[in-house]
């Protein structure tokens, strides 16, 4: 039999004395609550009164010690997450910091894409790699390129610590400085002093393909409109014979954004509107009237795929249903919903979901997705194709052969993947892929890459062999396909068996 003291046993009864206290204090909240329904600021006000009751409690009686910020932290996200909405989160320093880069377009940074492996391993340290210097960025002006190891940030070694510590060290205020120990193959080892400068996310990038202006966006944020302008600027010099604009996994951005960008299309008429409990974000976004910088009837493909989401569906949702431009791939993602990113005080901040969006023709699209005019599908892999490609990457062959044959040219990548087909029973194409991957490794990433992106190529083919105008016209607004689609599902409900 367990034993108690007279001391453990006051203890005891202090404790139970205290719980008591709170939960009778709670019931008596609930019970006033209850006798006041329609008093909803009292309401609140008991809620409110017992989540501190609690929190105090926690404090002054949990059996350790514990982190008011983890506690603060814990609150926030069980009140967004009993929203129910996915949407809807709270979002820590490291998060914020995320969200707030995107949607203004710029930070203070030294200008390096970076990537770092997850795990630490005695023969290969788990560095910072530079995937891409950003052009004109402090870090491309010190000569920092694609490839290089990043060992030491201000003396510390990177391969100790996470990704997150890593980009907080290379941040900062603008005009500060910040050393970094760079690696270059297997011998060249040197420092860099670095000053922080403005950095500009760069969300837009484009260019031609053959005759066909290509537009490849990122993320919506506050400068992808100008650049988006300064894209179709330098068609218009091209005499492009039409515009490719590729949302595929794009996650979205700011809603404005999207509405600059589809206002350079549509030359009048709704483009987005927003629907919302709350008077204040009922909104409609129109076109202003003025010539469009895209000339009416020019071919405009747009690319989607199941990661365009949000502001990208909300682009593409408008071009479709104004008749001016035919989407292919695959179906978006069905993200309906605005949300408003709100800071605190920490340094972190939440959003939350404010309103739903609609298309021109009155649609929303929240969980169901825009689907394509013209779906183009990669084909899914085999159960013994997926083993093959996994022992592929496992076996580190493409690494090693790269590595001892430099400089290879398409015609030497082509003649590779063959000897590689005779092993590794895989598409051409995707072999090909593998090894240009690697060979780009250590130079700036390919705006697009033809041999392999089946969607791209039909795209460019509609452009350059099929009726476009003929294609526009009997393409389905959103509304019909919405329409179209519960008709089905009223089809489908009454004509199954009844359940007894």
């Known amino acids: 039999m367990k034993k108690f003291s007279i001391k453990s046993l006051r203890k005891t009864v202090i404790l139970t004395a205290a719980f008591f206290g709170l939960t009778v204090f709670a019931s008596q909240c609930f019970a006033q609550s209850s006798l006041n329904a329609d008093d909803s600021a009292r309401k609140d006000r008991q809620y409110i009164e017992i ?4 929190y105090y409690y926690i404090q002054q009686n949990y059996v350790d010690e514990v982190d008011a910020q983890k506690l603060y932290e814990g609150a926030l996200r069980g009140m967004l997450e009993s929203l129910n909405d996915p949407y809807s989160v709270y979002m820590d320093e490291s998060s914020w910091r995320s969200i707030t ?10 200008g390096l894409s970076i990537t770092k492996p997850t795990e630490n391993k005695p023969d290969k340290p788990a560095y910072v790699e530079v995937a891409q210097p950003i052009d004109n960025s402090p870090g491309a002006k010190a000569g920092i390129q694609a490839g290089d190891l990043i060992t030491e940030i ?5 391969s100790t610590i996470t990704m997150d510590e890593v980009l907080s060290k290379l941040r900062g205020t603008v005009g500060t400085s910040v050393e970094v120990t760079i690696k270059r193959g297997k011998n060249l080892t040197f420092k860099r002093t670095l000053v922080r400068a403005v950095i500009e996310n760069p969300t837009v990038k484009y260019g031609v393909i053959g005759k066909t202006g290509y537009i490849r966006l990122s993320e919506f944020s506050s400068t992808t409109a100008e650049r988006m302008q300064e894209a179709l600027d330098s068609f218009k010099d091209s005499k492009v014979n039409g515009i490719i604009v590729d949302l595929r996994n794009n996650g979205g951005g700011l809603l404005t954004a999207a509405v600059d960008i589809a206002d350079k299309f549509i030359d009048n008429g709704i483009i987005v509107s927003t629907k919302s409990r709350l008077a204040m974000e009922n909104a409609v976004y129109t076109a202003s009237r003025h010539e469009t910088t895209v000339a009416k009837g020019t071919p405009v493909i747009v690319l989607i795929n199941g990661a365009s989401a949000s502001a990208s569906e909300i682009l593409a949702g408008a071009l479709k249903d104004a008749k001016v431009a035919y989407l292919v791939g695959e179906k978006s993602y069905g993200k309906g919903s605005v949300q408003i990113p709100t800071p605190l005080i920490n340094k972190d901040g939440f959003k939350i979901t404010v309103a739903r969006y609609y298309s021109p023709s009155d649609v929303n699209i929240d969980k169901v997705g825009i689907p394509p ?18 022992s592929l990457l496992d076996s580190g062959k493409i690494e090693q052969y790269v590595e001892k044959h430099p400089g290879m040219t398409e015609d030497d990548i082509y003649s590779y993947a063959e000897i590689l087909r005779r092993s590794y029973s895989l598409e051409s194409r995707i072999l090909r892929k593998l090894i240009r991957n690697e060979c780009d490794r250590a130079k700036p990433s390919r705006l697009y890459d033809l041999d392999y992106d089946l969607q791209l190529k039909e795209a460019l083919n509609i452009i350059e062999h099929e009726n476009f105008a003929a294609l526009i016209s009997k393409a389905k607004t959103l509304k019909q396909i919405e329409t179209e689609r519960k008709a089905k599902e009223e089809k489908d409900a009454s004509s199954a068996p009844a359940k007894k």
């Open 51 to 54: 989540i501190n009751s609690l």
């Open 373 to 390: 005019d013209r779906e183009v599908a990669y084909p899914e892999f085999t159960e013994e194709e997926a083993k093959l490609y996994a």
């Open 101 to 110: 880069d995107t949607t203004t377009g710029s930070f203070g940074g030294v």
């Open 154 to 158: 201000d003396g510390v070694d990177t």
